[in-house]
């Protein structure tokens, strides 16, 4: 583990392989015999690292950093050693208990107030599923028990969110059976921004139809610019037409760690649960995603069925059993690692990292807009800067997609650099996201000298 963190940067961050070449270098059938340790890890360096997109890669800039810090590497070894399950108290008093801890240490390190209690999940598509399912449960029709279908006195559930809310919001209205038509897309203004006037439009319109509005999603920081939502007027029309409000933050959370960068979270703290993730800013390994909210018992009423063979007979006073605010009984003991990690970094240490990831995002979107070739398509409130190459002499929007597409392909088969793409008003957009630990101000130099070298080709 060490001499590949060491040597990450001699490798291509994404590997120079095609779809479908590596199954054939794998056995078809499992081994009958037990096989030394030496040739399993021989062959993990010849077979597994080269074939890996490098996440740990400091020219990582593609999507949003997920970056496995030292102490959350060592974090996940004691915790499969460990090998706990915290789905009920019982069952691991640790785990339950430290992750009571740390939620509460998370909680204070984001500035919210003491109301809100929570728990970790695996991703934030999982934390967004279970606040739907909350919200669900608290429209008064115990769905938990009684479902969805067959009941013709159960208007259709409508949940809103802006055109440019992560798919896992949708995703959750799928499964939980209110169907993808239940998400309405509310519009957005020019910086990407869901309109307050649009979604209290969409909500009256969707009453006057006889249909039942019961959760409203804000994000901050979206996925495709990073854009945030106006959540304290979302917070005023939930608290005014008595939905859920779920803030999904998963990427940009973080930021509220830093007091003097909160403004664009002012009014978060009205929400009925809130998603930041750790895995993504904040160093973690894969997976760790945070849950606040100020409704567990909805969580619970969504969630809670015990079983005889999970009852706890030695059971004096109330216990939290975390089993009972989740979809699934399992649960990895993540409190872990992050316990280790604040301990080692301290706030002051993540704090640190994280404003010279903004200052970096700050002089890349500097470049961009001081060269007259580069135009950028969306403003910068984090770490993610959305440009493109559009020098003047009239290319048309089809010739400048194509061209763009061609440069972020040239920079990424570098291997130096990895970047990822968005659609934004129609526009192939290159997306550059500074949020891996390892990264340095000369690896986004770099990243501009490969884009305008691609551009020059
Ligand atoms: C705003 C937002 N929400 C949710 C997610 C999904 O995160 P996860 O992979 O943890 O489910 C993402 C992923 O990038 C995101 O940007």
């Excluded at 007259?372 to 409130?381: G, I, Y």
């Amino acid at each position: 583990m060490a001499d590949y963190l060491e040597t990450i940067e001699d490798r291509p961050v994404f590997p120079p392989v095609e779809p479908g070449t590596l199954r054939p270098l794998f056995p078809v059938a499992p081994p009958e015999a037990p096989e030394p340790l030496a040739a399993i890890l021989d062959d993990y360096r010849r077979l597994i690292e080269p074939n890996a997109t490098h996440w740990n890669h400091p020219g990582f800039l593609a999507y949003f950093a997920t970056t496995a810090s030292g102490p959350g590497i060592l974090g996940e070894m004691l915790t499969a050693a460990l090998g706990q399950n915290a789905m009920l108290w019982r069952t691991s008093p640790i785990g339950t208990e430290l992750e009571q801890v740390v939620v509460d240490w998370l909680r204070q390190a984001l500035g919210l107030p003491e109301g809100f209690d929570g728990l970790l999940t695996d991703t934030a598509s999982t934390s967004s599923l279970i606040a739907l399912a909350a919200a669900r449960q608290a429209a008064g029709l115990d769905v938990a028990a009684q479902g969805l279908t067959g009941r013709p006195e159960v208007p259709a559930l409508r949940v809103y969110a802006s055109t440019e809310a992560h798919s896992s919001i949708e995703k959750a209205c799928m499964t939980l059976g209110l169907g993808r038509e239940a998400l309405v897309r509310v519009p957005v203004n020019e910086r990407f921004e869901l309109r307050p006037d649009a979604l209290d439009a969409a909500i009256a319109a969707d009453r006057a139809a006889g249909h039942r509005p019961i959760a409203l999603v804000a994000t901050l920081g979206t996925t495709s610019s990073t854009s945030v939502d106006p959540v304290a007027a979302m917070a005023e029309i939930a608290e005014r037409e008595g939905l859920w409000l779920h803030v999904d933050s998963a990427y940009a959370g973080v930021v509220a760690m830093l007091p003097g960068r909160r403004a664009p979270f002012d009014g978060w703290e009205r929400a009925d649960s809130i998603v930041v993730n750790p895995h993504k800013w904040l160093f973690t390994p894969l997976d760790a995603s945070l849950l606040l909210t100020r409704r567990m018992p909805d969580l619970r009423a969504a969630f809670s069925l015990v079983p005889e063979y999970l009852r706890t007979l030695d059971r004096e006073t109330p216990v939290r059993d975390y089993n009972e605010y989740t979809p699934q009984l399992g649960r990895r003991f993540r409190a872990l690692k992050l316990w280790i990690q604040l301990r080692w970094f301290g706030l002051e240490g993540l704090r640190r990292r994280i404003e010279r990831h903004l200052e970096l995002a700050a002089e890349f979107a500097r470049w961009v807009d001081d060269d007259p070739d580069w135009e950028r398509l969306a403003p910068v409130p984090f770490s993610t800067v959305c440009f493109r190459w559009n020098p003047a002499g009239g290319a048309t929007e089809e010739e400048l997609d194509a061209r763009n597409a061609a440069i972020m392909d040239a920079v990424n088969r570098t291997g130096e650099i990895f970047l990822s793409h968005t659609r934004l008003d129609g526009r192939f957009t290159i997306r550059l996201a500074i949020g891996n630990l390892r990264t340095e101000p000369r690896h986004v130099e770099r990243a501009w000298a490969l884009l305008r070298e691609a551009a020059a080709g």
